[in-house]
C-alpha cells in the first residue's frame, strides 16, 4: 500500500516527459523546440483541469536545465492583483541563481485581474532573455488577445476513456491491487477527463483493503446506478411513457443515486445511441448486449435520438443544480417534457 501521507496523483505525477501519457502532440512540440535550443520565451498552456498542464510546465523548466530555486509558481486565483504582477515584473530583472533560465508558472492564468493583465503584458513584450513564463489556464478565451498573441500555445486534450483506463490498471497494480478493466472505465468515466481526479478516486477505491477490486461495491461507493435502468430510461423516453419514466427515476431516487450523476449518465447513453444511429460499426466485443440495446431504440427512434436532444439536455442541466432538495424534481420533469414533442 502506499504512503497514506502521499496521494496518487503526487507518487505517479510524471517526472519526464517519456511518463506523460496522452498528451502525444504537446510532448512532441516542446521536445522538439529544447532540442533544437529554440525557446520560446512565453508559453499558453490550455486544456481541462487535470489534464497535465502544471506538471509539464516543471518538466520543461527541468529539461531547459532549471534548479528549483529558478522555477517560480504563482497561483494567479489567489494572486491576481497588479501588485503582485508588479512585484513580478521587478524580480524578472533579476538574474538567475543557478541556471540558464527563471521560468515563471502562471497557473489559472485567466484569472488575473484587467489591470494585472496589462502589466503582465508590458513585460512579455519586452522579456529579460533569461526568462520563460508558462502560462496555465483551463479558460484560455478569458485572456486578453493581446497577451495570447505573444504566446506559443500549446493544447492538452482530455485522455481518452481506455487511455485513463490502462493508466488507472498499471497505478492500481503498481500499488498491489487487481483492478477490473469495467471498473478502471468507471472510474475513468467518474473522472471526467482529469488524471487528478480520476487517480483520487481510484484513491478512495483503494482504501477498501481488497487487493481484488469488486465492480459491483465500487458501483456502490461511487454511487454509480447500473446502466441498464438508465436503457430503459432513455427506451421510455422515447415511448412517450410518462408512467415508466416515473417509475424508473423513483426507484433512482430511493436508492439514493445523485440526480446530477443519473443525468450526466442519461447524457452520455444518448450521445452513445446517436453515434449507433449514425454509424452502426461497432468494435467493442465486451458490449455486445448494451449495444444491441442501444441501436434498437436508436433505430426504432430516429426522431427522438438526435443531436436535439442532446442540446436540450445539455441547455437545461442547469436546473438540477439550483436545488439540490429538487434535483430529481427537476431531473424527472425535463424528461417528461420530451413527450411533448
Known amino acids: 500500500m502506499s504512503d497514506p501521507h502521499l496521494a496518487l496523483y503526487r507518487k505517479y505525477r510524471p517526472q519526464k516527459f517519456d511518463d506523460v501519457v496522452g498528451q502525444v502532440n504537446a510532448i512532441e512540440l516542446l521536445t522538439s523546440a529544447i532540442k533544437q535550443k529554440k525557446i520560446s520565451h512565453a508559453y499558453l498552456f490550455s486544456g481541462g483541469r487535470g489534464t497535465g498542464k502544471t506538471t509539464v510546465a516543471r518538466i520543461v523548466a ?74 496555465a489556464t483551463t479558460d484560455p478565451e478569458k485572456l486578453p488577445q493581446t497577451i495570447t498573441s505573444r504566446c506559443q500555445k500549446i493544447v492538452f486534450k482530455q485522455p481518452e476513456i481506455n487511455v485513463l483506463t490502462e493508466t488507472l490498471i498499471k497505478i492500481a497494480e ?8 469495467e471498473t478502471g472505465e468507471l472510474i ?38 447500473e446502466e441498464e435502468s438508465f436503457i430503459e430510461l432513455l427506451r421510455a423516453v422515447c415511448e412517450k411513457n410518462a408512467k415508466g419514466i416515473l417509475k424508473i ?65 445539455l441547455e437545461k442541466r442547469n436546473l438540477l443544480e439550483v436545488s439540490q432538495a429538487h434535483s430529481w424534481v427537476a431531473f424527472t420533469a425535463i424528461l417528461l417534457s420530451f413527450g411533448e414533442y
Open 62 to 135: 527541468r529539461e531547459i536545465g532549471c534548479d528549483p530555486m529558478d522555477i517560480i509558481e504563482i497561483d494567479a486565483a489567489s494572486n491576481r492583483g497588479i501588485d503582485e504582477i508588479r512585484e513580478l515584473r521587478e524580480a524578472v530583472r533579476t538574474a538567475p541563481f543557478v541556471s540558464p533560465y527563471k521560468v515563471y508558472i502562471v497557473d489559472e492564468a485567466h484569472m488575473l485581474t484587467k489591470e494585472a493583465a496589462n502589466a503582465l503584458l508590458k513585460t512579455l513584450e519586452e522579456p529579460p532573455s533569461h526568462v520563460v513564463f508558462i502560462l
Open 174 to 181: 503498481k500499488e498491489g491491487y487487481l483492478l477490473p478493466k
Open 188 to 225: 475513468a468515466k467518474e473522472g471526467k477527463g482529469s488524471y487528478r481526479d480520476a487517480l483520487g478516486i481510484l484513491e478512495q477505491v483503494l482504501t477498501t483493503g481488497d487487493k481484488k477490486i469488486n465492480h459491483e461495491s465500487v458501483m456502490e461507493k461511487l454511487g454509480t446506478p
Open 249 to 313: 427515476t423513483d426507484d433512482l431516487k430511493k436508492r439514493n443515486i445523485d440526480a446530477i450523476k443519473a443525468y450526466d449518465v442519461f447524457l452520455e447513453l444518448v450521445r452513445e445511441a446517436l453515434i449507433l444511429r449514425v454509424n452502426q460499426a461497432n468494435n467493442n466485443e465486451d458490449d455486445k448486449s448494451r449495444v444491441a440495446d442501444l441501436s434498437e431504440i436508436a433505430k426504432s427512434y430516429p426522431q427522438i435520438i438526435s443531436s436535439r436532444l442532446i442540446l436540450e439536455l
